[in-house]
C-alpha cells in the first residue's frame, strides 16, 4: 500500500515545489557591466526576438569573433528588449552599432524618445541626425549646462545607466561601467527625471498639459510627431546645416580640419592616432569598427588649428560606411605596414578611392608604419618614395611604438593644407576651412528632414 502511494507522493511534493516557485516574485534582474569591451560579432542581435535571453543565433560570414558574450554583446541584447517604449538620456551619440539597434526598435513599433546635449547632438558622426531622419523624436537641453546624463529606461521597467558614453572609443577603448536593473525603487526616479527634462526641453517652450505624453502627441500628428519638427528644427540645427555646427562645446580655434587616417586592416592606424592624440601607445588594439574620432588643437603659423581626426576600419565590409566620410577631408594619412607587402600592394587602391570620393585638392601624406620593425621590412622605402611621388603625395615612414615621426606628419598635412589656403583667391583650402566655428557638412550624421521634435 506504502509503496503504491509513493509515486503520488512524490508527484505531489513535485507540484507544491512547482507553486511555491510560482508564487515567489521574481527577483528584480540586477547586471554590472565594465568595459573596455571586447570586439565580436553583434549581427546577430539585430534579429533576434525581442527577448534578452533568446538563444544565440551566428548567421554571419564576417571575421570578428562569433558566439561570444561580452559586455558589449550583453549591453545591446538588454537594449533590444524593448517590446513598446525606450527612453533615451546621452550626452554623446555616435556609436552605429547603437544607432542600428535603436533604428531597429523603432521599425518594430517601439515609441522611442531621445534627450541629447545640445552641442554634442551636432558633432560630425553624431547619429542624432539618422534617428531623426528615421522619424525618432530627439529633443536637446535648451539652456547653457551640458546634458551629462548616460541612460535608457526600457519597457518603463529596465534600467541601464553609467558611465558609459554611447560611443566606440568609450565602448573599445575607456574603462567605463554600466549598472542594468529592474529594482522599482531605482527604475522609477530616472523616469521622473526623463519626463522633467523631456518637458523641459519642449521647443515650444512651456509645457501644456499632456505635451510630453506619447499618447498625446502621436495621436495628434498621425502618430509620427511631426508636429514638433517645424519648432524644433530652429532649435536644435541639422548636423550638416551651416556654422552652428561644432564637434564640441570649444570654439576657440582659427580653423578646424578635418583629417582621415585610412589603409589595410592592422598597419596600425588607430595606434598612431592614439599615439599623436594621447601620446600613449598598447599593442593590444583590436580591429577598428566603422569609424571613430579624436579631437586635437595645435597651433601652426602663429593659428590655433583643431583637428578632427578620423580612424576608419580597413576591412573591405565597412568600406561603404567609411568612404561616406571621405566628402570635406581635407587631409589623409594613407598608411601601409612596411613588414607587409600586401598593404603596400593596396595602396594603389586606397589612393583611387580618395580621388573618387574626396575633394579634389585634399592634401595626403603617405606612410609606412611600424618603422620599429624594419629587420622585418618587405617594402623598400625606395618603392615606397618612388610612389608617393607618382601619386603626388608626401611621403614619410614612422613607427607609433616608438613615437618616430608622429607629430611630423601631422605638422606637414597641416602645413601643406595651410599653403594650400594660401594659394587659394578666397583663402580657403576647400569647403571645410572657414574660420571660427567651420565643420565637416553633408555627412552621413547629417539630417535634411523627418522628426526633429
Not at 299 to 318: C, F, H, M, P, S
Not at 363 to 384: F, H, I, S, W, Y
Not at 411 to 425: F, G, Q, R, Y
Request: neutral net charge; glycine residues 8%; proline residues 4%.
Amino acid at each position: 500500500m506504502v509503496a503504491s502511494l509513493a509515486p503520488l507522493l512524490a508527484l505531489s511534493l513535485e507540484l507544491i515545489g512547482w507553486l511555491l516557485r510560482r508564487l515567489r516574485p521574481e527577483r528584480p534582474r540586477n547586471e554590472v557591466l565594465f568595459f573596455p569591451s571586447e570586439v565580436a560579432c553583434v549581427e546577430h542581435l539585430y534579429t533576434l526576438p525581442a527577448a534578452p535571453s533568446a538563444a544565440l543565433s551566428h548567421s554571419c560570414l564576417c571575421s570578428l569573433p562569433h558566439g561570444v558574450e561580452t559586455s558589449f554583446s550583453r549591453f545591446l541584447r538588454h537594449l533590444m528588449s524593448a517590446s513598446s517604449s525606450l527612453d533615451l538620456c546621452v550626452f554623446a551619440f555616435s556609436n552605429m552599432d547603437l544607432s542600428r539597434a535603436v533604428l531597429v526598435l523603432h521599425s518594430r513599433g517601439v515609441t522611442v524618445r531621445v534627450l541629447s546635449d545640445k552641442d554634442y547632438i551636432a558633432i560630425t558622426g553624431s547619429q542624432i541626425g539618422v534617428l531623426r531622419k528615421a522619424g525618432i523624436c530627439v529633443r536637446s537641453n535648451r539652456n547653457s549646462v551640458h546634458m551629462h546624463h548616460k541612460f535608457a529606461v526600457v519597457d518603463g521597467r529596465l534600467l541601464l545607466t553609467g558611465s558609459l558614453n554611447w560611443t566606440l572609443n568609450a565602448v573599445q577603448n575607456n574603462m567605463e561601467n554600466i549598472l542594468i536593473t529592474e529594482e522599482p525603487d531605482l527604475v522609477r526616479p530616472f523616469i521622473k527625471e526623463f519626463g522633467r527634462l523631456w518637458e523641459h526641453s519642449d521647443p515650444r517652450g512651456g509645457s501644456p498639459r499632456g505635451r510630453t505624453q506619447d499618447t498625446d502627441w502621436r495621436t495628434r500628428t498621425g502618430g509620427h510627431g511631426l508636429e514638433d519638427s517645424r519648432s524644433e528644427m530652429a532649435l536644435a540645427k541639422d548636423p550638416g546645416s551651416g556654422p552652428e555646427q561644432r564637434d564640441a562645446a570649444d570654439q576657440n580655434f582659427d580653423y578646424m580640419f578635418k583629417l582621415l587616417i585610412i589603409g589595410n586592416s592592422s598597419v596600425g592606424k588607430t595606434s598612431f592616432l592614439f599615439r599623436y592624440a594621447d601620446d600613449s601607445f598598447t599593442s593590444a588594439f583590436v580591429s577598428t569598427v566603422g569609424i571613430d574620432f579624436k579631437v586635437k588643437t595645435i597651433y601652426r603659423n602663429d593659428k590655433r588649428v583643431k583637428l578632427q581626426i578620423w580612424d576608419t576600419a580597413g576591412q573591405e565590409r565597412y568600406r561603404t560606411i567609411t568612404t561616406a566620410y571621405y566628402r570635406g577631408a581635407m587631409g589623409f594619412l594613407l598608411m601601409y605596414d612596411i613588414t607587409s607587402q600586401e598593404s603596400f600592394c593596396a595602396v594603389q587602391d586606397w589612393a583611387t578611392q580618395i580621388k573618387t570620393y574626396s575633394w579634389g585638392n585634399a592634401q595626403v601624406a603617405l606612410v609606412g608604419n611600424k618603422l620599429d620593425l624594419d629587420e622585418d621590412r618587405q617594402v623598400p622605402t625606395e618603392d615606397a618614395q618612388r610612389l608617393a611621388t607618382e601619386l603626388g603625395f608626401q611621403f614619410f615612414e614612422a613607427s607609433a611604438k616608438d613615437n618616430i615621426n608622429v607629430k611630423q606628419v601631422f605638422d606637414k598635412l597641416v602645413d601643406a593644407i595651410c599653403e594650400k589656403m594660401n594659394e587659394s583667391p578666397n583663402g580657403e583650402a576647400g569647403p571645410t576651412a572657414n574660420n571660427k566655428g567651420a565643420d565637416l557638412k553633408e555627412t552621413p550624421g547629417s539630417s535634411q528632414g523627418g522628426c526633429a521634435c
